[in-house]
Every structure is written in C-alpha cells, then in structure tokens.
C-alpha cells in the first residue's frame, strides 16, 4: 500500500479506536494497515481491524429502500427514498395523533457515527417531543455512565491510554482485555516488557487470554465485585491508606460510604468466602492495590453487565477517591468502552434518560436551553423507555411503532424470543441496515439501506475521550445512504424541512459541537467540543484525532481530566457512594444448578454481520460453543465436540461442548456471536434472563441460572459448497428439516456441521437434493448405511463443487482441511479425484490442529510442535520460524498459553 494515498480513516470495530490507511486496489479490493500516526494504536491492529479488507464485499447487502407486503413473505418490495420516508412520516404520524407521542420509539447504536446519533436524537428529543430514543449502549455502557454520574457528577471518563502506561500495577476487572481490546492489550504487554517492575492483576472468573500475562488472576465467583471493592477500601483504610488530604478538600460521602463497606466487608477472611478467593491471594491483591500509587483499575462488561453493574463500578471509584488515585498521571478507574463510538452517543445524549451535550433531560433549564438552540417546537419532558422496557412496551403495545438503526436486537438483547414476538406484534417497524437479512430485517415493514464503514463520514469517540474521523473511500453502493440523511428524510418528511437540511455530515458535526459550548455559562460542564465548532469543510476533513474537552479558543484537547480536581457535580465535589452488596435476582438452584456467563471471542463481532464473512476470522473459534469443567462434563456425561443443549428458565441454545478447567465448576460460558443467519438454535439472548440494573437499566448478561444436557443426535455430518448464494437457500432448507446447522465462511466456499435426529430415507437423494442435480451430473459417493455412514461429492467441469460427510459420532469425521483446500485449486488431479471419498491427501497426512494465528493460519499442533521438538520458548521464537502472532499479535497471550502448557 502506498500510505500517502491511502485514506486515514478509524476501525469500525471496538471502542479502542485505532487509526486505519484504507486504500482501494486495481481490482477493487480493500487493503488496510495501522495509522502509524494515530495516538491510539501507532499502527498496531488486532486480528480484526487487520482483516477488514476481507469483509468489503456487496453479497447480502441491502442496496435499495424495500417494503414487506405482509408479515410472513420474505420477497420484498423495491421502493424510492422518497415514498419510503413519506410512509415511515406518515405512520409515525398517524400512530402519534391517535395514540400519543410515546407510542412511536427509535432504538438506535453505539456503531452510529455521532453525526448519526446527533440527528436521531434531535429528531426524537426535540421534534418528536419524547424520550423514546434508546440504544444498544443501555446493554453496554449505561452502568458506567450511571456510576460516572453518581461519582462525578456527569459521564466523565478521567484517564487515557497513555496512563496505562505510566501505571504500577493495573487491575482488569471483568475484562478480557487480550480478545476485546486486543491493541490495548498490546500496549500493556509492551510498557510491561520495558518495565516489568509493573504489575497486572486480572478479576474475572474464567482464566481467560487476558490472564496469561497476569501476576495475579483472582476467579471471582460470578457476580461478587462490591463485595471485593468495599473490602478493598475497608482494608485501605485500615492500612492508613487513605489521602485524608484529598478526601476533605475534594471528596463528599466518605464517612457513609466508609460506614457501609466496613459492615458489608470489614472481614477479609469473609469477603474471600463470599467472593469464592483463596484468602492468601486477596490479601496479596489488597496489598498490591494499597502499595501502588500509581494504580489503574480498568473495568467492562464483568461489572457493567450485572443487576449492581452501577454499584460495582461505583466501588472501584470509591477506592480511587479515598486514596486520591485519581486526575494524575498512571493513575485512575477506567471504563474500557465497547463499541466505536460508544462514547460519540453518551455526548450526544442517545440514552433515554438523556438531553443533549451532557444536558440533563430532567432540569427544566436545560430543556429550555436545548429546545432553544435547536429552535424545536417542544422537548421530551421525561425519559423514554430503556432498551429491555422498550421491547415490553412494544411487546404489550404501549409503543406501536420502532425504527431501529445499527443494531440487531433480536439476537442482542436479553429473552431474545421475547423481543422477537415483540416485533412480531408491533404495528410497525422499520429496520435501517447495512445487511438485507438479519434477525431482525427479517421483522421489518419497511426496510432502509444504509451506508457502510468505508462509504460514509463522519467521526466517532474512543474510550480515551478521542475524536477521530471515520472517511469515505468507496462510493455508496446502489443507494445506500447515511443514517443522518435516511433521519432528515423522514423529518423533513414530517414538516420539519428547515431543522434537518443537512446536506454533509460536516454540517452536523459543528452543530453538535456548537451545541457542546451552548450557555457554558449557565449549565457549566465538562463535555466540550466548541474548539472545534468553527471548522469548515476541509478542515473538518482533514480534522486529526483529539481528546475533549477542547473548549473556544483552544487547539490542544485535554488528555486527563480532573488534574484541578472539579467535578461536574453541583458541590464541585467528588462523590463517594455508599453500598450496599446484593446478589443477582435469579441464583441457581436444583433445576439450574450452573450459571450461564456471555461474552466475546477474539476474533468475531457481535452478531457477525461483518467479521462473518472474513474466511481468515472463522478459522479460530468456529462454531457456537458451551464452556464446562472437566467435573461437570464427566458428571453430565457430555464430552468434549458433541452437541449440548443449555436451558433456562428463559429459553434454549444448542452449542458444542467444550471441556475446559479455564471455567470454574458450576459455571457455563457461552459467546454472544451465533445468531438465525449463521447457526440453528444458537442464539444465547434467547436463554439470558431479562433482569437489569435498577439504575441504569443494563441486562444481567453475565449471570442466568441454567441447565446443560447433550442433544440427542442420531447422525452428524459436514458439507462444502462453493457458491455462496446456494448457501443461502440450504439454511432455509435445514430449518424446515429441524437439522442442527451452523455455517463458515471459507476462502472459496461455505461449511456446514450439520446434526440430525433422523435419518433421511435415502442417503443419496437427500444429498443430491441438496443440491439440486440433475441425472447427468458427476457425483461420487460412497455409504454404509448400517453403519450410518454416507459419503458423496459432487464434480462439476473436473473440479470440486460440493460434499457431504454423514457419520454416526461426530469424532469420526475426516478433517475438513484439505477437502477445504480443493475448492481453490482448481481442476482436481486424478489421484486427488480417488481420495476425495476418504477425505484425505493421498500420501502422509499432517494434522496442523485449530487454528491458533489467524493471520498465517498457524494450527495448534504445528506450534506445539515447534515448541516441544524444536525447543522454541517464547512467541518471538515462535514467530521466527513459523511467523505466528508476527503481523496483528492478537494470538501472542494463546502462544503463552501453549509454551507455558508445553
Ligand atoms: N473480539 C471482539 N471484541 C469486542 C467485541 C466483540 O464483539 N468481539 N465487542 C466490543 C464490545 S461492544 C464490548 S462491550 C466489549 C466487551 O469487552 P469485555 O467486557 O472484555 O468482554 P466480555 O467477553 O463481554 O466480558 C468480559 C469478562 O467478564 C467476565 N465476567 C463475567 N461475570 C463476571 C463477574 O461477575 N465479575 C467479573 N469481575 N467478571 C465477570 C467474563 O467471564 C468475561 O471474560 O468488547 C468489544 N470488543
Ligand atoms: N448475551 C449477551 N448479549 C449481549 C452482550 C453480552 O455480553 N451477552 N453484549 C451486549 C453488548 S455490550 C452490545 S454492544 C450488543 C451488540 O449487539 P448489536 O448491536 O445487536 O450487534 P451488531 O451485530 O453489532 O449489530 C449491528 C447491526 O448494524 C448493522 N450496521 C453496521 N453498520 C451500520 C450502519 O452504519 N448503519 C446501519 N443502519 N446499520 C449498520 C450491522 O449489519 C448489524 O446488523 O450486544 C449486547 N448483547
Ligand atoms: S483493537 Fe482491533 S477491533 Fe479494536 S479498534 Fe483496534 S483494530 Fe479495531
Ligand atoms: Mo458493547
């Protein structure tokens, strides 16, 4: 790539926000690398920003506006923009003067551009005149954002990445920092390389990737986080840790909050029990904690993600005040943010409980102040629904109307069956979205394309407070349209052409940022981004990333707040808040004795819309998978690759087993990805209790009671295909036949494992059927039907176009690797065509094992080979001769792993 004419753009991925050079080669493909210059990662990316390139294609896209003319069809109607924001004005209308202005919602995304979600925003707050605007933040960050309010008085995040850096010791509390945040992992992993006096404490309660770096890892039992932190401070001031000093000139609630701490964990020993701790290694992290001055307490979704994520998060600020470790260099609690631009929507206020500008929506002041600088008819006057609320209303009718942008809630939220019934019943719903199926385009009335990372612009907020610019550098395709414009449309559309005439995002931009400064003067508050409100065009252009505030006047942003030590609370002061512990509403039991925890793997997205399509980011974790202690598979007799069913109380999932002491006895983990377009019953929201935090609203995602058990299966099986769009049609086919199925994406074909609970009559016609061939085609096959064993392939002009591989027992299928590989290759050899039944290369097999490095496809028995016959010690070495973890180093902490295995 020549990077200077590469275009510097963000990834679109997680809330590290690290600069990419994209650039368009000659035959259209996209090539990207790290910005070198970009302050977050220094042209580091993980696995993922590293293999955007492979996920710029068109098939499946949504390209033109579309109705559904009933419910159930699935063939969908092309229309203009113009008469699909007229309908979408005129429901909404509609819905609004027979039902009132709360029953019509927008559920809107933390993947919005800010120039997006500002427009949203305003259009609901200010237009609509309701609060009925939600996000999928409410899932992700509103914990933090509610103990930000409670501590500082506004959603203040006080540290940057650089303090990681400066830190001592850094404690990763509910975060699997290695896999979710992979550059600021790396960034850790480097300052401790250059100063391993530096300490990394890990609380979570699998030992996951991000432990393999880990001086100390504490497996919390699920849940117990308060408990841990009022411990801490309870031992911090018996201790005399204390700053006395800070506490009295800046601090308000000391004594309280002390108070209550000392009554919930005043005794070590207790705290250790509650917590599920061996007493020695709580006692070593207190120490740690008390010795180091400069100490960064980095927290995600293991505290956000609880029925008290408000409290947790609250109890490890509460530590920071009380010692003063806060507003100095290396020091600070830190909420690593999610999405991209997670912190963009939290500025523009998308949360129903918010106003604007970090206005608040229920000071009748701010109301006036916003309504008046919008110029807007009327103001929400109280808080919309949050997003679990929001699908109940809509379930029971209360809102008859949702448009939901950037998010796919029929996979991501809690009792995600429920949500879909929800939407089943809604009277109408429109879905703005980059993909044409989803599980929750398939829902929709009317369907809106939008724009992609790539084709649009606009800038986005990381979890350091840093602007930066997402921009174009290809065209829009068909007539995929940025959400901002798709939302004036409709308003424009609804009488209110004059608020809404964007005509670029820049427009946008220094609006919101005009609206930042907006009467400083008589609502002060930190969140500003007026510096920037004068820009014109090119400069927004060329605008390079920087931290807020960035007040009028001002051309440097600020790197690390509260160094004078004001808050943004009406004292001026700090708050400390006292808590009380309390466990998760719903505990195990007889019926459903484990707990089921959620989460990420490394190298998917979410609901896999974008990473699913890359072959390079399927060849690591798979297939939807369930996590279980060797004690519990023994005693459930399941084993390790066979199918698993997991219910709740809520609803089920089926996933394959994996056998594993990373998890605790007891516990499940299950990862969030798999959804209705990639696998059958896998969907986990659909088993995930619906409790949310009090406070802020955010789902119990962390910790449902349930139950495991194998899924009876009669056969498995394997097939291949070659061309992606007969793919598509073989799911719909599975589904009607109840098969077990879950489909990845290869290089010049798609996988399914398939599972059955019957067998087809005939073995051949079922499998020629699946393909629909005809009488002359050239298909090969071979079965034992007594033994359950089938095998065919199908050969179209010399070279391979399907197979299917049916057993009985799912450990006796040949590999899939190197029937994999003939779908690249060409025209078949002869003796290639001969060993195509056995699913074997003639001659020696070498079995390379899961892929561990993504990036050179470098398989975990070729590195265990290395490292046990060629004596290779640490990754470097690994890298060296096999040039695993040697581009992106996402897999560096799993080649720890299997060196310190070996
Ligand atoms: N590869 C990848 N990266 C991503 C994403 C992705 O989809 N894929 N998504 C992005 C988004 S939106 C988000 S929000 C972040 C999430 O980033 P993380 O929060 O790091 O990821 P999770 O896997 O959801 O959960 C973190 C950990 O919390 C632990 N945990 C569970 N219960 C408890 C508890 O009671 N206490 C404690 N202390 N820990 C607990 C889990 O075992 C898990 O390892 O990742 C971002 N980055
Ligand atoms: N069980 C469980 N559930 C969870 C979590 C968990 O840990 N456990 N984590 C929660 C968290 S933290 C999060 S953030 C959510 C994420 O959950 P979702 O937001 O539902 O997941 P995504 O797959 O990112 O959905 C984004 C959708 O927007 C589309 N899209 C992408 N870009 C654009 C765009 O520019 N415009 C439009 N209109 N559409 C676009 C994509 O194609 C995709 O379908 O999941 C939550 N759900
Ligand atoms: S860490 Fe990876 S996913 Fe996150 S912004 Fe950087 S490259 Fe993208
Ligand atoms: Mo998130």
């Given amino acids: 790539m020549n990077p200077s004419t590469a275009v510097r753009t963000t990834c679109p991925y997680c809330g590290v926000g690290c600069g990419v050079l994209a650039s368009v080669n000659r035959n259209g493909s996209t090539e990207v690398s790290g910005d070198p210059a970009h302050p977050a990662n220094f042209g580091r990316l993980c696995v993922k920003g590293a293999a955007l390139g492979e996920t710029m294609d068109l098939h499946g896209r949504l390209l033109h506006p579309a109705l559904r003319p009933t419910r159930d069809s699935a063939a969908l109607q092309r229309i203009g923009w113009d008469e699909a924001a007229s309908r979408i004005a005129g429901r909404f209308s509609q819905i609004i003067a027979e039902h009132g202005r709360e029953a019509v919602a927008l559920y809107v995304s933390g993947q919005l551009l800010t120039e997006d979600y500002y427009v949203a925003n305003k259009f609901v707050k200010g237009y609509l005149g309701s609060g009925n605007i939600d996000t999928n933040s409410r899932l992700c960050m509103s914990s933090a954002v509610a103990a930000h309010k409670r501590a500082f008085g506004a959603d203040l995040v006080p540290v940057c990445y650089e303090d990681l850096e400066q830190a001592d010791l850094i404690v990763l509390v509910g975060s699997n920092t290695a896999w979710c945040h992979p550059v600021i992992y790396q960034r850790i992993a480097a300052a401790r390389a250059a100063r391993p006096s530096m300490k990394l404490v890990v609380i979570d309660p699998r030992r996951t990737a991000t432990c393999e770096q880990a001086d100390l890892h504490l497996p919390i039992a699920p849940g117990t986080d308060v408990w841990l932190f009022n411990g801490l401070l309870a031992y911090l001031r018996r201790e005399g840790r204390f700053n006395f000093g800070f506490l009295r000139d800046h601090t308000h609630g000391e004594i309280e909050t002390v108070d209550a701490a000392e009554r919930s964990a005043g005794n070590l020993d207790e705290v250790a029990r509650v917590c599920g701790l061996d007493p020695q290694a709580l006692r070593d992290f207190y120490r740690l ?207 209110h052409a004059e608020s809404f005439s964007y005509v670029s995002a820049h427009e946008v931009f220094v609006e919101h940022a005009r609206l930042s400064g907006w009467a400083q003067d008589r609502a002060p508050r930190m969140f500003d981004l007026s510096g920037l409100a004068e820009l014109d065009a090119v400069s927004y252009d060329r605008l390079e990333p920087v931290q807020w505030p960035l007040r009028a006047g001002q051309t440097q942003g600020t790197q690390r707040l509260f160094e004078d030590h004001r808050y943004d609370t009406s004292d001026g002061r700090a708050h400390l808040i006292p808590l009380v512990p309390r466990l998760p509403q719903h505990r195990t039991d007889s019926e459903y004795p484990f707990v089921l925890n959620t989460g990420r793997v490394r190298d998917q997205w979410h609901t896999m819309s974008r990473t699913g399509k890359a072959p390079r980011l399927a060849t690591h974790m798979q297939e939807p998978y369930v996590e279980i202690h060797p004690d519990d598979a023994i005693s459930h007799g399941l084993h390790e690759g066979e199918l698993a069913r997991v219910s709740t109380r809520w609803g089920r999932c089926t996933a394959r087993t994996r056998v594993t002491d990373s998890i605790p006895p007891q516990q499940l983990f299950i990862p969030i990805h798999w959804n209705g377009q990639t696998a059958a019953e896998a969907r986990v929201g659909a088993v995930v209790n619906p409790v ?172 265990l080979g290395a490292i046990g016959k060629d004596g290779l010690k640490t990754p470097e070495a690994l890298g060296a001769k096999l040039k695993c973890g040697t581009n992106c180093g996402s897999c560096i902490p799993e080649l720890r792993t299997l060196i310190s295995q070996a």
């Avoid at 106003?355 to 309504?371: I, K, T």
């Avoid at 019934?421 to 719903?429: G, M």
Wanted: aromatic share 8%.
């Fill in 692 to 863: 949310v935090d009090p406070l802020s609203g955010e789902p119990e995602f962390k910790h449902t009671p349930a139950r495991i058990e194998a899924r009876p299966t009669r056969w498995h099986a394997f097939l291949l295909i070659r061309a992606a769009a007969a793919a598509d049609s073989l799911r719909d086919r599975f589904n009607a036949e109840a098969l077990w199925w879950t489909r990845i994406q290869g290089t010049d074909f798609v996988r399914f494992e398939l599972a059955g609970n019957a067998d087809p009559d005939d073995w051949t016609s079922w499998a020629q059927s699946l393909f629909a061939l005809t009488p002359q085609a050239d298909w090969i096959e071979a079965s034992d039907p007594a033994r359950g064993l089938y095998r065919g392939a199908w050969i179209e002009e010399d070279s391979l176009a399907a197979c299917v591989f049916a057993t009985r027992q799912h450990d006796t299928l040949p590999s899939r690797e190197w029937l994999s590989s003939l779908f690249g290759q060409g025209q078949l050899q002869f003796s290639q065509r001969l060993s195509l039944l056995a699913g074997r290369a003639p001659g020696p097999q070498i079995d390379h094992g899961p892929t561990v490095c993504a990036c050179y496809n470098v398989g975990r028995n070729t590195i």
């Fill in 289 to 495: 904690w008390a010795d180091h001055e400069r100490v960064v307490t980095a927290f995600s979704q293991g505290v956000n993600q609880s029925s008290a994520g408000v409290d947790k998060a609250n109890a490890i600020i509460n530590c920071h005040l009380a010692a003063g470790r806060i507003g100095m260099p290396g020091a600070g609690p830190f909420s690593i943010t999610g999405q991209p631009n997670a912190m963009g929507g939290r500025e523009v206020g998308g949360l129903s409980n918010q106003l604007a500008a970090h206005l608040e929506l229920e000071d009748p002041d701010h109301r006036d102040l916003v309504r008046g600088f919008w110029g807007s008819p009327e103001i929400a006057d109280k808080p919309g629904h949050k997003a679990v609320d929001l699908f109940e209303a809509i379930y029971d009718g209360r809102v008859k109307a949702v448009w939901i942008i950037a998010t796919n809630p029929v996979v991501s939220l809690p009792d995600a069956d429920r949500v879909r019934a929800a939407l089943k019943r809604c009277e109408f719903v429109v879905v703005s979205e980059v993909n044409r199926d989803t599980d929750t385009s398939d829902l929709a009335d009317v369907l809106l394309p939008a724009a992609a990372w790539g084709e649009k612009d606009g800038t986005v907020t990381n979890s350091e407070r840093r602007v930066s610019r997402q921009r174009a550098f290809l065209p829009m395709p068909g007539e995929a349209r940025p959400d901002w414009w798709a939302i004036s449309e409709v308003a424009k559309s609804m009488g």
